[in-house]
């Protein structure tokens, strides 16, 4: 994936989780390389089987926020930034997101 080589990083991640449905990294590159792509539905679906590997990971929690955002799904993006706000209260970014809300 860091070389740029997305469809063979792709089948590695896909290789691994065949091998370990509970391997957190190859789930959160899956889903990093489909924001890549604003591939957001499969990005989804990545990024929660990472969330249900380690659900204390703000990165993800966060990477799902701004993926409902964009598909327009604002009330279930501020459920997760005010996940990632209670995990975190001093972070930034979850202060930024839901002051959309305000």
């Known amino acids: 994936m860091i070389l740029g080589k997305d469809k063979e990083a792709e089948q590695a991640f896909s290789i691994a989780i065949k091998l370990n449905k509970n391997y957190f990294p190859a789930w959160r590159n899956l889903g990093l390389l489909h924001i890549k792509s604003k591939q957001w539905d499969k990005a989804l679906e990545a990024l929660y089987q990472a969330n249900r590997i380690r659900p204390e990971e703000s990165e993800i929690l966060e990477s799902i ?18 996940l990632l706000s209670n995990k975190e209260p001093e972070n930034v970014r979850a202060k930024s997101y839901l002051n959309l809300y305000e």
């Open 65 to 82: 926020g701004v993926i409902l955002l964009e598909k327009g799904e604002k009330e279930k993006a501020r459920e997760y930034f005010l």
